[in-house]
């Protein structure tokens, strides 16, 4: 094509007003169909996980069908011209912009592979936070201190990603308690496991372990009781965790039960020696 203007011949100018409707159409009707799936996964929260990903990919489908109606409206596919300018065309716009066509083809692998969902509590690159959405470019996640975070798809291909619920509405968290070398560890874990067990977050449905060790922190040795049990939804995550902590340092205080700080104060003190702040 010699003359720029020779590409005119190609497209069909009467189309495009309704080629521009079809894109607005097809943006409007993407943002109001997900917002209301976003709506009905609040409403209940049993279905929150499902209503996500439906809008997820209601919305990667809606984005895919504008364009594809979008361009064979205003294309005049009839001519072998036409084939090979398509040609040249997808080559150049390959090479111009094959970092967005590469986040485009991850942004497919990541809603049909699934290594997470929206939903999901995700650990990658030094974040950790619920995916909000999967995008065509990028994915958004909003990490427990309420920053929005957004990464390319194309990086999840090349690197590692944890999903601490996947796909699950309930999820599991680990809490460590550490006791003083000498205490009563049995009463300590039979405490634990109470509190745990009668917290408002807590999902009996799925087991709740605690495992004991003997570990040296610094030079000292301590035992701690790792527990294991699973929050119903993995948006009360942190709230789990602190409701469980503040229950046992509450129980631990009252059976007695020394941590390895207040076993440092208490030596301190018999010392004669001033207790650190």
């Not at 109001?32 to 499902?50: I, K, M, Q, S, V």
């Not at 895919?64 to 001519?79: G, M, N, P």
């Not at 040249?88 to 912009?97: E, Q, S, V």
Request: hydrophobic residues 50%; charged residues 25%; contains cysteine.
């Amino acid at each position: 094509m010699e003359n720029p203007q020779d590409l005119l011949q190609f497209l069909d100018l009467d189309r495009v007003p309704v080629a521009i409707v079809v894109m607005i159409v097809g943006l409007v009707g993407a943002r109001l169909l997900t917002g209301f799936l976003e709506d009905l996964a609040e409403r209940f929260a049993g279905r929150r996980l499902l209503f996500k990903k439906i809008a997820a990919l209601s919305r990667f489908g809606i984005y895919v069908a504008a364009f594809v109606i979008t361009a064979s409206s205003v294309l005049v596919l009839e001519s072998e011209a036409m084939l090979a300018l398509t040609g040249t065309i997808g080559l150049a716009l390959g090479f111009a912009f094959k970092d967005l066509l590469a986040s485009l083809m991850a942004g497919v692998i990541l809603l049909f592979d699934e290594p997470f969902q929206v939903g999901d509590r995700v650990s990658f690159g030094g974040y950790y936070g619920e995916i909000t959405e999967i995008g065509l470019r990028s994915v958004r996640m909003v990490t427990l201190d309420d920053n929005l975070v957004t990464i390319p798809n194309s990086k999840f291909l090349s690197e590692s990603s944890a999903s601490a619920n996947a796909g699950a509405l309930d999820c599991m968290v680990v809490i460590p308690f550490y006791l003083a070398a000498a205490e009563d560890f049995a009463r300590a874990r039979a405490l634990i496991e109470e509190a745990t067990a009668t917290s408002r977050f807590v999902f009996l449905d799925k087991p709740l372990v605690t495992l004991v060790s003997d570990e040296f922190m610094g030079e000292r040795f301590v035992t701690i009781i790792r527990v294991k049990a699973y929050v119903f939804d993995a948006r009360f995550e942190k709230s789990f965790a602190s409701d469980v902590t503040e229950r046992v340092k509450v129980a631990l205080a009252g059976a007695g039960i020394r941590t390895p700080d207040r076993q440092y104060r208490d030596l301190e003190l018999n010392h004669g020696r001033e207790t650190p702040p």
